[in-house]
């Protein structure tokens, strides 16, 4: 199992968090404009530069014109620091709809000054504002940092497992 890295408290005040509360974090629908800064965080936990790919997310998710689509963004003091993403699915895995949050990241350098648990709030508020009251997600089984996360903000083990198989060429 890959442990979560340890916990060094950062400096609120450089995360532009204040130091009785997180009032200085702006959680927003992504901009266009926001690209690049979403781009150079998933960069510092994959090591890999996707831009191709994060066009395509923020055509599907980032337009803003569907409530059951969701891409978030937190910002500091102007500077995107964390970014959610998810959606309301209907019906699929035989479930009523639920809301589907398939990624998180927070930038490494403002991690444990509450972020997270800020985008991971605003992106429950609009699945609830959607009609949905339940969440759920995905993790690698030795992703321990982000089942911490997740089991920190009230997620359990849910009724779904997943499957998978090589595909033969
Ligand atoms: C998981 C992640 C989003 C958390 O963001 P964050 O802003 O640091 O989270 P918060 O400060 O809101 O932390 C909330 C709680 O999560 C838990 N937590 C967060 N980081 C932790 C760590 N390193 N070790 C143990 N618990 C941790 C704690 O319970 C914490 O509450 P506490 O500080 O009161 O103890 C961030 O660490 C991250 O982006 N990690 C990489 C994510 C990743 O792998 N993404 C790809 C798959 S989607």
Do not use: H
Request: proline share 4%.
């Amino acid at each position: 199992m890959t442990a979560a890295p340890a916990r060094t408290r950062p400096d609120k005040a450089r995360a532009g968090v204040s130091p009785d509360g997180d009032t200085a974090i702006v959680v927003r629908a992504v901009r266009r404009s926001d690209l690049d800064q979403v781009i150079a965080i998933d960069a510092t936990v994959t090591g890999l530069e996707k831009r191709r790919y994060w066009a395509s997310v923020y055509r599907r998710y980032g337009s803003g014109e569907r409530s059951a689509q969701q891409f978030l963004v937190a910002l500091a003091q102007g500077r995107v620091v964390g970014f959610v993403i998810g959606e309301v699915r209907d019906w699929e895995f035989g479930s009523p709809p639920c809301g589907w949050v398939f990624a998180i990241d927070v930038d490494p350098q403002v991690r444990l000054g509450g972020v997270g648990t800020r985008l991971l709030q605003a992106i429950s508020a609009s699945f609830r504002r959607a009609g949905v009251r339940k969440l759920r997600t995905m993790l690698a089984r030795d992703n321990t940092l982000i089942l911490s996360f997740f089991r920190s903000q009230g997620m359990m083990a849910g009724p779904l497992i997943s499957l998978e198989m090589d595909l033969e060429a």
